[in-house]
């Protein structure tokens, strides 16, 4: 018989908290459970009929940086409190929908990527040249792997590039527009590059 929805999402979060952090199995969990989210049909939309034109960016970037943080704080999610998508469409509503509307509508300088955004490749108590050191491990690429990932019939859209302009301080919108390419497929790229290579990074990080 089927797992219904609610169950499965539950058994993944259960199954990445049961895994230290950059572990290859938290990883896997952590991918499965994302993918189940975008997929699910039952994310929230909030503030339907508001921001008329730029609704879908503010909402693409509010979804990018809600999975980050998914990924980078799945330990914070209470099984015994509530389902998956329930927990993930407060986050969604109550903060990053309302963090994303200034960055789309005011323009407003967009932080670099901030410690809390590494999470998943450093520890927290890591000093505050982490993300130099990012930096350095994104443009070594030593086998070529962040720059030979890219968006399907976009070569020039691949992680590498996408990195380096979030480092920069870019916004999805500003990198969508100069790739001419969704928001959404970007912003999602990127996000399951992310996952995939932390591993990866914190290894060349250790090498720098």
Known sequence: MDVPLDEQLKQLARAAQQHPPLTLLRQ??????????????????????????????????????????ICQNIDKYNPERGEVMAWVNVLLERRFFKEAIPKIIDKQEIQKMSLSDLDQIAPPETNPSLTEIIKQCIELDSENLFKNEHIENHPRANFQALAKRRLLGKSWKEISAEFEIKLSTVSRFYDRCLIKYSAKIKEYCTDI
């Open 28 to 69: 896997l969990a952590l991918r499965q459970l994302v993918n189940g989210i975008l997929t699910s049909g039952r994310l929230c939309r909030p503030q339907p009929g508001h921001f008329s034109g730029v609704y879908d960016d503010i909402y693409d970037e509010a979804v990018q940086e809600l999975l980050l943080y």
